[in-house]
């Protein structure tokens, strides 16, 4: 991470918030993450971590840039934060904090945001333990909400006309595209940005890098995968979390009625609820909390600590 003269080739632009237990090897990873660069540099903006999580940062990675967000602003707000105060000349890399990179992920997806159309480029996901995440994804559709419903959604994975998710191990090649990805790590190349924008706050967490994917095919760029740009990222705290259940749900809704009009917007939360209500019979504490949600037409608040 040399510094150059103006700004470097490539941000780095992180959110946390408590995320202490998970920030150290994130930073450590950094360094041989972003070899081949000629120049780089790394934003943290942290949302009003009350753990540790900003003292840490700062001792383990002074070479970077660690930023007071003054409150939890949500995932899409943290990064504008960051995007504002510092953006590269060849691309942004978006990350959550609890992402650990292999040496060189960042130049290959350099590399691959840059090539022709593509301007949005995404790593290889795995679990701690070297297995492969599907994380690619269909655009979000009123037949997919309903085939995910009456199947579930690894069933309605099989038939891409009824599942968002992409579960084809063989479709996970180099090259692969897609309409969005899930936003654990995220390269948005210079000429994507000045053409798409920042990204929207409107959401807090889920459905922001949906909306950004999207919003940037709409602009003629495609997505697109890169195999050797490998990224450990445990997630599943959402299957498991009511709140981040219940915001991912309404979140759905919000970015479907964003895209398209009254009527169709109405039937896709009207599948969302009936999907919810369903599993919420069955005793699930998120379903039973997303819901809630729904039915009140908001997402919730962040807990208070």
């Given at each position: ?158 038939y891409p006309l009824l ?92 970015l479907y009625r964003k ?47």
């Amino acid at each position: 991470m040399r510094e150059a003269a103006g700004d470097p080739d490539v941000v780095v632009v992180a959110v946390t918030h408590d995320s202490s237990a998970v920030v150290e090897p994130f930073l450590r990873a950094l360094p041989a993450a972003l070899d081949g660069l000629s120049s780089a540099h790394v934003v943290v903006v942290d949302n009003a971590s009350s753990d540790g999580t900003v003292k840490t940062a700062r001792c383990l990675a002074p070479w970077a840039t660690v930023l007071d967000a003054g409150g939890n602003l949500g995932y899409g707000a943290g990064l504008n934060v960051g995007l504002r105060h510092a953006l590269g000349r060849r691309g942004v890399l978006v990350l959550n904090p609890d992402v650990v990179l292999e040496p060189g992920s960042v130049r290959r997806l350099l590399d691959a945001a840059e090539t022709e159309d593509v301007g949005i480029a995404v790593p290889r996901i795995v679990d701690t333990s070297g297995r492969l995440k599907f994380s690619l994804r269909r655009e979000p559709t009123l037949l997919r909400a309903v085939g995910e419903a009456l199947l579930g959604g690894h069933r309605a994975a099989k038939y891409p006309l009824l599942g968002d998710m992409i579960r084809d191990p063989e479709y996970y090649v180099d090259g692969a595209t897609a309409d969005w990805a899930t936003g654990a790590a995220m390269f948005i190349s210079t000429a994507a940005l000045d053409s798409v924008g920042l990204l929207s706050e409107e959401f807090f967490l889920y459905s922001e890098e949906t909306d950004y994917a999207l919003r940037a095919r709409d602009a003629g760029y495609r997505l697109r995968y890169v195999e050797r740009a490998v990224a450990t990222h445990p997630g599943g705290a959402m299957e498991t979390s009511p709140w981040l259940w219940s915001i991912l749900a309404v979140n759905r809704t919000k970015l479907y009625r964003k895209r398209h009009g009254p009527v169709s917007s109405a039937a896709y939360w009207a599948v969302v609820v009936l999907n919810e209500a369903v599993r919420a019979a069955l005793g699930r504490p998120t379903n039973r909390a997303a819901l809630r949600a729904l039915l009140r037409g908001r997402a919730p608040v962040p807990p208070r600590r």
